[in-house]
């Protein structure tokens, strides 16, 4: 049981460059979020699916887009990054509101 | 709006010191409400949550917290921390709108 699966676990991007991070998760939850991690900021919800086919912003939408075609993927796009998008990122998923299981993390550096 | 609030940033203890940590909320209607923790260079891993019934939940590693409406709080504690204990222990609630807010986090290092 593999649980919430992020790749990649580090990556390198200049300014102006697009990546895609990936999630995945095998316990059939309905509910995924991305969630990015700054020193002292506690987590900030990016955006969230409660289901295939239905996305919606969080609090820090800004310069990401998600999709979320299947049950079981939900990846996070960033376009043009931005110094701003240094971070670390978490995707979770959760059956709804219990508890939620966190992937082990992306750590992306923008320069 | 909701929002949780962790009023200890960084909280240093004695090797079995007793622990415990604020936590409070807002938001009117019925939460679910959980305490994670991080190991340094790990992911957030459940210590305990508390969905309803007997205020006082217990969790793993000899965690506990306790619920108590009327304050809008939900503390974390340990009678006795390890040096083991030290990570970043993060309060978080579960609206309606199934989404987690998070508190900004509290460091606990714990010196052998």
């Known amino acids: 049981n593999a649980g919430v699966t992020q790749t990649p676990k580090f990556r390198i991007l200049k300014i102006g460059q697009s990546m895609t991070l990936q999630c995945a998760q095998d316990m059939n939850h309905n509910y995924m979020y991305w969630y990015r991690q700054d020193p002292g900021m506690g987590l900030k919800l990016i955006y969230y699916s409660v289901g295939a086919g239905i996305t919606d912003k969080g609090e820090v939408p800004n310069g990401y887009n998600v999709s979320r075609s299947t049950t079981e993927d939900f990846p996070l796009r960033l376009e043009l990054a931005a110094p701003s998008q240094t971070s670390v990122y978490f995707c979770a998923s959760s059956l709804d509101r219990a508890e939620a299981f966190f992937g082990q993390g992306t750590r992306l550096t923008v320069v | 709006a909701q929002s949780v609030s962790q009023h200890n940033h960084h909280v240093i203890l004695s090797e079995a010191a007793s622990l415990e940590l604020g936590c409070n909320y807002s938001y009117g209607g019925t939460v679910n409400l959980f305490w994670y923790v991080q190991y340094p260079g790990q992911h957030l891993q459940l210590l305990l949550k508390?969905?309803?019934?007997?205020?006082l939940v217990k969790g793993i590693k000899g965690f506990e917290a306790e619920f108590i409406k009327s304050k809008f709080s939900f503390n974390l504690r340990k009678p006795s921390v390890q040096w083991s204990d030290t990570a970043e222990y993060f309060c978080a609630l579960a609206s309606g709108t199934y989404k987690y807010i998070f508190g900004t986090g509290t460091r606990l290092k714990v010196l052998a």
């Open positions: 508390y969905f309803s019934g007997d205020p």
